[in-house]
């Protein structure tokens, strides 16, 4: 018995010896979820990010996204705390004054479509209807991205803000990050926006004092989840917390409806070619 005993022992040693390492589980909690992907954009391995857009599919996968109402696809967010930013450089603010929400849809386009729409460097008539200028500088090599040789694209954006509450300039960094499996497969394209300073409105008084967001998309046969958090915060007389959150809901709708309509070659309302002067 003795001897079996230490075969048993041994065997036993050997195998938890040689096991791999644990894989990687993400947060199912989709608060937490939302703050983990922004965290881990930069993973090294990209395991945790291939767990956590995993999670995020069956999140969205139980929602009716082809005929839920926006208010139910809606989600309200715990602010973005400073060990959440995953080495990036945010703002100074205090993340207690964040007004974070997440906005969930379904595109009607594959991800192939979603991941070229990176490569444009005029994003007016792809984000909301409130951009009125978007100016995108290329800080690593757009071919290769989009050829898919790549798996990341990091770019600078200048974009003019008009809506009804403030006018304002802001420079906002975004990269991308596209999600393979094991068999090079293209599961999912992630990007992580931020600002890393206050912003001041037209006014001198009004302010855009923080901006972070991830916007994630997931393919769906021949259509793509699509899942947006958007964690900020303002300074600006005057505007009740909520009517601002319905602002930011509003406009990541319109972010979705534009992007959809400018693949088939749709134009918003907004001119595309229109000039500023920034200050």
Avoid at 13 to 27: I, Q, Y
Avoid at 180 to 206: C, F, H, P, Q, Y
């Amino acid at each position: 018995m003795r001897t079996f005993s230490a075969f048993v022992a041994v065997v036993s040693l050997f195998v938890t010896g040689c096991a791999g390492p644990d894989p990687v589980k993400a947060p199912k909690e989709i608060d937490e979820l939302s703050a983990y992907l922004f965290a881990n954009f930069e993973s090294e391995t990209g395991d945790e990010l291939v767990a956590g857009t995993e999670e995020l599919r069956k999140f969205l996968k139980d929602l009716d996204l082809a005929n839920a109402e926006l208010d139910d696809r809606t989600f309200s967010m715990s602010p973005l705390q400073n060990d959440d930013w995953g080495g990036i450089e945010g703002s100074p603010e205090d993340p207690a004054m964040q007004l974070p929400l997440a906005v969930a849809a379904l595109s009607d386009h594959d991800l192939t479509a979603n991941i070229d729409l990176a490569g444009n460097k005029n994003h007016v008539c792809i984000d909301s209807n409130t951009t009125v200028y978007y100016d995108r500088e290329f800080d690593s090599q757009k071919k290769c991205f989009l050829d898919g040789d790549c798996d990341t694209l990091r770019t600078t954006n200048e974009i003019r803000k008009e809506s009804v509450i403030a006018k304002v300039w802001y420079d906002m960094y975004k990269d991308y990050r596209v999600i393979t499996d094991e068999d090079g497969k293209e599961t999912a394209l992630i990007s992580r926006s931020w600002t890393d300073k206050v912003w001041m409105g037209d006014n001198g008084k009004n302010s855009w004092d923080q901006i972070y967001a991830i916007d994630v998309s997931i393919p769906e046969g021949d259509q793509t989840l699509r899942y947006v958090v958007f964690w900020s915060a303002v300074t600006i007389g005057g505007v009740a917390d909520d009517f601002y959150v319905n602002l930011v809901k509003t406009g990541i709708e319109e972010g979705y409806l534009n992007s959809d309509r400018f693949v088939v070659g749709k134009m918003c309302a907004n001119p595309r070619d229109r000039e500023y002067d920034r200050p």
